[in-house]
């Protein structure tokens, strides 16, 4: 899940069951179907990326990306079948700076924490840091000290070892054993192809996350005066750009329709939001200054806003 627009916008990727009521869907028929602000902007198929049209019809095994407002993400899941709440209780296997923040943010969202640290030191530093949370001393790799842990029990699990292999190694074991949420952070991705085909769930590169921001930050810099790049998101083997702009008063797409713009092919206006409200444009919809303007497309290199025309 990636946010947009101060956080009033999510986007979310899935892979879509067998079984799933999505299989064998037009688009169109979704958005006839299910109430709410959701588009589903990019669905990667047997190696193919695709910038979906209405008549897109979706299968079992697809990876579909949408965005929809921050409110709407969890209806939408459920109405289609995921099952989604907010854990009430997690386990990090390693007591590093991540894993000290990522604690800090789940104790205030009211998470149960347990923090697996094997420096016993760092345990007294964090029993400090994070009075409110459960620190064990040991070793987060030995499978006694996790079942002793409650990892057969705990909903979410996030290995933050700061080594790839045992975060992976535990990643496998913790699917194994329960049926806990877990999240992989990988630090070198040199074997995509390879990490896709352990179906780890969630995986988190923070390589990449700093590398989009840069990108972002450096594009924007580059570009004209009508709009400045906000958030950037790189999808499928950064076959597809997720791309957020803001439109200041110089950009000459404001106040035009977006039936009357010549947009370019494989280029999807994802949504709009303005003043806090997210929209999903339609043909009459048009872009008025101060907008953030998500854009979804598998041109690479857009620095302005006026670079989705053709």
């Known amino acids: ?13 899935i892979r879509i069951p067998k079984g799933n009521m999505l299989h064998g869907k037009k688009l169109y028929q979704l958005s006839q179907q299910l109430a709410g602000a959701v588009l589903i902007c ?31 993400s969890r209806q939408f899941l459920r109405r289609v079948g995921f099952q989604t709440h907010q854990v009430r209780d997690a386990l990090i296997i390693g007591g590093s700076k991540a894993g000290y ?3 800090q943010r789940l104790l205030r969202l009211g998470v149960e924490v347990r923090i697996i640290e094997s420096n016993r030191s760092r345990c ?5 840091l994070l009075p409110k949370a459960t620190i064990i001393c040991g070793d987060g790799t030995d499978s006694d ?13 996030v290995p933050l070892t700061g080594i790839d292999e045992e975060n ?22 040199m074997f995509p192809e390879a990490i896709e085909r352990l179906h780890l769930d969630s995986v988190v590169c923070p390589k990449f996350i700093t590398t989009d921001a840069i990108v972002a930050y450096v594009r924007s810099r580059m570009a004209s005066r009508g709009s400045n790049i906000e958030t950037l998101l790189h999808l499928f083997d950064n076959r597809v750009e997720a791309i957020e702009f803001v439109a200041h008063p110089d950009s000459r797409l404001v106040n035009i329709p977006f039936k009357d713009l010549p947009l370019k092919d494989h ?11 997210t929209l999903i444009p339609g043909g009459d919809e048009c872009i008025r200054v ?5 854009v979804v497309t598998t041109h690479t290199g857009l620095r302005d806003l006026a670079d989705i025309l053709a």
Do not use: W
């Not at 899940?1 to 990727?13: D, N, V, W």
């Not at 190696?47 to 697809?62: H, R």
């Not at 280029?267 to 409200?277: D, E, F, M, T």
């Open 145 to 157: 000290v996790l079942r002793e842990s409650g990892v057969e029990q705990v909903e979410a699990v």
């Open 1 to 13: 899940m990636t946010s947009f627009a101060r956080g009033h916008a999510e986007m979310i990727r």
């Open 267 to 277: 280029l999807l206006i994802a949504c709009i939001n303005r003043a806090g409200k």
């Open 101 to 103: 923040y990522l604690a």
């Open 124 to 128: 007294e530093e964090l029993s400090i």
């Open 290 to 294: 101060g907008d953030s303007v998500i």
């Open 42 to 72: 990019a669905v990667e198929r047997a190696g193919e990326v695709y910038i979906p049209g209405g008549s897109f019809q979706l299968q079992t095994g697809d990876v579909v990306s949408f965005i929809c407002p921050s409110r709407d």
């Open 168 to 189: 992976i190694m535990l990643t496998l074991h913790t699917q194994a054993i329960s049926n806990a949420k877990v999240v992989t952070k990988i630090n070198r991705i």
